[in-house]
T-cell receptor, first 117, second 116 residues
Framework: GAVVSQHPSRVICKSGTSVKIECRSL??????MFWYRQFPKQSLMLMAT?????????EQGVEKDKFLINHASLTLSTLTVTSAHPEDSSFYIC?????????????FGPGTRLTVT | AQSVTQPDIHITVSEGASLELRCNYS??????LFWYVQSPGQGLQLLLK??????LVQGIKGFEAEFKRSQSSFNLRKPSVHWSDAAEYFC??????????????FGRGTQLTVWP
């Protein structure tokens, strides 16, 4: 089946530093990838839609300069949290859609736990 | 704007009992509806989906869901719960048109606990 990986699974960083999270589709190509943020006991909040070869589309209220998204290839999207602060601590989840451009068959990564100290 | 409401934050059932998880949605067009399950350390897994046609959809692991347009609901059911079903369940609505095509919007989730 379709597999999506995320790296790292956990990361702890100091306030003011930047952290990069990778999302890879291992056995399929994905024109479209999505980034979500999940707070404890809460829903997955869609942050942005990542499109291969073009700029990401951010949801309302998400700071595009803080959460930099790059979709450099059909199997890799990265999320960089710039100048991280404790309030950025969260669980970040990516998904990949193998459709052209979308099929609604999103395959989800296992998530990355970010802790900012 | 689209939204999903899962009114039950936590449900506890005994193994072998039936289960129904509630989901109500709000969307201005024909909705695409999904149920996902999330287990610790694993990515969300699709249980079933509804795009069109038969309003009763069958999914994996013995789950089914019924789309009721008049009630804006898409409740998930299972006739007999197994201990391995304990997890977090998310209902989602997919944008079927417009600039948000392809995006999923999730409810807050329902945590299912199964007693032996």
């Amino acid at each position: 089946g379709a597999v999506v990986s995320q790296h790292p699974s956990r990361v702890i960083c100091k306030s003011g530093t930047s952290v990069k999270i990778e999302c890879r589709s291992l056995d399929f190509q994905a024109t479209t990838m999505f980034w979500y943020r999940q707070f404890p006991k809460q829903s997955l909040m869609l942050m942005a839609t990542s499109n291969e070869g073009s700029k990401a589309t951010y949801e309302q209220g998400v700071e595009k300069d803080k959460f930099l998204i790059n979709h450099a290839s059909l199997t890799l999207s990265t999320l960089t949290v710039t100048s991280a602060h404790p309030e950025d601590s969260s669980f970040y989840i990516c998904s990949a859609d193998p459709g052209q451009p979308v099929s609604y068959e999103q395959y989800f990564g296992p998530g990355t736990r970010l802790t900012v100290t | 704007a689209q939204s999903v409401t899962q009114p039950d934050i936590h449900i506890t059932v005994s193994e072998g009992a039936s289960l129904e998880l509630r989901c109500n949605y709000s969307y201005g067009a024909t909705p695409y509806l999904f149920w996902y399950v999330q287990s610790p350390g694993q990515g969300l897994q699709l249980l079933l989906k509804y795009f069109s046609g038969d309003t009763l959809v069958q999914g994996i692991k013995g789950f089914e869901a019924e789309f009721k347009r008049s009630q804006s609901s898409f409740n998930l059911r299972k006739p007999s719960v197994h201990w391995s079903d304990a997890a977090e369940y998310f209902c989602a609505v997919g944008a079927s048109r417009g600039s948000t095509l392809g995006r999923l919007y999730f409810g807050r989730g329902t945590q299912l606990t199964v007693w032996p």
